[in-house]
């Protein structure tokens, strides 16, 4: 940061009009502006990691052993395999090539990968690229689709050879579980819940319908300190009062002052970049089931290239770094209360935090796509409906979901266990007085 005593000499080549004009003359002083106001000023831009692949650069994927453009992604695996040569080979993973999964205590300020930059707010949603591989023009809607195929060579591009600012994620983490696995794995979550369910949804409950989806994420990597301080409590005594219906528990505590403060970083933190995804309105859909099959490796993520993309559906960022600072710093408190949790334990009846205060020393923002295989259902329920997901890990197999029920069997249930629970208190009552 600039000393207010002595501002910076700013000098530059050419003519006057091209040398940078002091504060001052502007008009507006930031060194005389209160600090949140100056700081944001004079910070310096974000800095960048360009991480582009150099395929995308070139205009076209190609095999590195025979040159073709027509390969895909080989299930299960990581690799890439040539439909005309049968080469295989792995792409090579990000976080090796750029060095993200090393210097995270040393972060300072924000640095963006070229995945991550602020999407330009111009781009149309219709398209038309030229092929670099045979010169034929396809016409993509980029608003759904992050991938084209020529129809004459089968060369499969990515939109960010027209597209720049952030249209495409820097990495992809390929499928590893097929589909034939994921649909066991959802047809055996609906199984443990069929007696529950909504009679229309197991009716028209299939399966098959799952859909391979890649979902836009930013990993950030981070270097924090945080200071959290409220009250703790140990219990001194505990006693009842009063008899019959009337009796209740009293206890006696001593209360405590308790303030921690923690530095710490973190390692790949996923927030969903996703505007769609990241409306967690359970009123409307539960979106909210994603984020229960985290976490994903993403340590295996490679360099974005359009062949893993090849048949699966994938979803646009639309959500820029600024937009998600908010989400982050919340995520940042909750590892900073975790971090303290240890060293609270003797405070039996839990410690409730009143004050909160969190620094970012520095940040780095990486784009990426991770997998999902997805099923979804639209329940009619008046106005806009509830849409329910079921959701497989696409690396690990985690599933995890939302199945319609009939909520007079959830009652019905509830009544009859209640009543059950009942009779056995009594009956043990009876053989106990």
Same mark, same amino acid.
């Given at each position: 940061?600039?000393?207010?005593?002595?501002?910076?000499?700013?000098?530059? /080549?050419?003519?006057?009009?091209?040398?940078?004009?002091?504060?001052?003359?502007?008009?507006?002083?930031?060194?005389?502006?209160?600090? /949140?106001?100056?700081?944001?000023?004079?910070?310096?831009?974000?800095?960048?990691?360009?991480? %582009?692949?150099?395929?995308?650069?070139?205009?076209?994927?190609?095999?590195?052993?025979?040159? *073709?453009?027509?390969?895909?992604?080989?299930?299960?695996?990581?690799?890439?395999?040539?439909?005309?040569?049968?080469? @295989? &080979?792995?792409? @090579?993973?990000?976080?090796?090539?750029?060095?993200?999964?090393?210097?995270?205590?040393?972060?300072?300020?924000?640095?963006?990968?070229?995945?991550?930059?602020?999407?330009?707010?111009?781009?149309?949603?219709?398209?038309?690229?030229?092929?670099?591989?045979?010169? *034929?023009?396809?016409?993509?809607?980029?608003?759904? @689709?992050?991938?084209?195929?020529?129809?004459?060579?089968?060369?499969?591009?990515?939109?960010? @050879?027209?597209?720049?600012?952030?249209?495409?994620?820097?990495?992809?983490?390929?499928?590893?579980?097929?589909?034939?696995?994921?649909?066991?794995?959802?047809?055996?979550?609906?199984?443990?819940?069929?007696?529950?369910?909504?009679?229309?949804?197991?009716?028209?409950?299939?399966?098959?319908?799952?859909?391979?989806?890649?979902?836009?994420?930013?990993?950030?990597?981070?270097?924090?300190?945080?200071?959290?301080?409220?009250?703790?409590?140990?219990?001194?005594?505990?006693? +009842?009062?009063?008899?019959?219906?009337?009796?209740?528990?009293?206890?006696?505590?001593?209360?405590?002052?308790?303030?921690?403060?923690?530095?710490? +970083?973190?390692?790949?933190? /996923?927030?969903?970049?996703?505007?769609?995804? %990241?409306?967690?309105?359970?009123?409307?859909?539960?979106?909210?089931?994603?984020?229960?099959?985290? =976490?994903?490796?993403?340590?295996?993520?490679?360099?974005?290239?359009?062949?893993?993309?090849?048949?699966?559906?994938?979803?646009?960022?639309?959500?820029?770094?600024?937009?998600?600072? =908010?989400?982050?710093?919340?995520?940042?408190?909750?590892?900073?209360?975790?971090?303290?949790?240890?060293?609270?334990?003797?405070?039996?009846?839990?410690?409730?935090?009143?004050?909160?205060?969190?620094?970012?020393?520095?940040?780095?923002?990486?784009?990426?796509?991770?997998?999902? &295989?997805?099923?979804?259902?639209?329940?009619?329920?008046?106005?806009?409906?509830?849409?329910?997901?079921? *959701?497989?890990?696409?690396?690990?197999?985690? +599933?995890?979901?939302?199945?319609?029920?009939?909520?007079?069997?959830?009652?019905?249930?509830?009544? +009859?266990?209640?009543?059950?629970?009942?009779?056995? *208190?009594?009956?043990?009552?009876?053989?106990?007085?």
């Amino acid at each position: 940061m600039p000393d207010a005593s002595n501002p910076p000499k700013f000098t530059g /080549p050419g003519s006057p009009q091209d040398v940078p004009p002091r504060p001052g003359e502007l008009g507006v002083d930031p060194y005389n502006l209160p600090p /949140p106001v100056r700081d944001e000023l004079l910070k310096p831009d974000p800095a960048a990691i360009d991480t %582009a692949a150099r395929e995308l650069k070139d205009g076209a994927n190609r095999c590195p052993q025979c040159g *073709a453009t027509d390969f895909r992604h080989k299930p299960g695996t990581d690799l890439l395999i040539c439909a005309f040569c049968r080469n @295989e &080979w792995q792409a @090579e993973r990000v976080e090796e090539q750029f060095g993200l999964g090393q210097g995270q205590d040393q972060l300072e300020g924000t640095i963006i990968a070229s995945g991550a930059r602020d999407i330009a707010a111009d781009e149309a949603v219709l398209r038309t690229f030229k092929c670099s591989g045979c010169g *034929a023009e396809v016409t993509v809607n980029t608003e759904s @689709e992050m991938t084209a195929r020529c129809h004459w060579c089968r060369n499969v591009f990515g939109v960010n @050879e027209q597209v720049a600012n952030g249209a495409v994620p820097d990495a992809v983490l390929p499928f590893h579980i097929r589909k034939d696995d994921a649909i066991a794995r959802i047809r055996q979550f609906v199984d443990k819940r069929r007696f529950f369910a909504l009679k229309a949804f197991k009716e028209e409950f299939t399966p098959g319908n799952v859909i391979p989806v890649y979902l836009p994420y930013m990993i950030i990597d981070g270097k924090a300190s945080a200071d959290v301080a409220g009250k703790g409590e140990i219990e001194t005594r505990r006693y +009842t009062r009063g008899t019959g219906n009337n009796k209740a528990t009293y206890y006696d505590a001593d209360v405590y002052a308790v303030d921690r403060h923690v530095d710490f +970083t973190v390692d790949d933190l /996923p927030l969903e970049s996703s505007s769609e995804r %990241a409306n967690l309105d359970t009123g409307a859909n539960t979106n909210n089931i994603i984020n229960t099959i985290l =976490p994903f490796d993403t340590k295996n993520a490679v360099k974005w290239n359009a062949s893993y993309l090849r048949d699966c559906s994938s979803e646009k960022r639309d959500l820029n770094v600024a937009n998600l600072q =908010p989400r982050l710093v919340d995520g940042l408190l909750s590892i900073a209360r975790a971090q303290v949790e240890n060293s609270v334990s003797r405070y039996g009846r839990g410690v409730r935090w009143e004050k909160e205060g969190l620094v970012v020393h520095g940040t780095r923002w990486v784009s990426m796509s991770l997998p999902v &295989w997805l099923y979804s259902y639209h329940q009619p329920n008046g106005g806009r409906g509830l849409l329910h997901y079921i *959701a497989v890990n696409g690396r690990t197999g985690e +599933t995890m979901g939302s199945v319609p029920v009939q909520r007079w069997k959830l009652f019905l249930v509830a009544l +009859t266990v209640g009543t059950f629970l009942e009779t056995i *208190a009594l009956w043990i009552l009876a053989h106990t007085s």
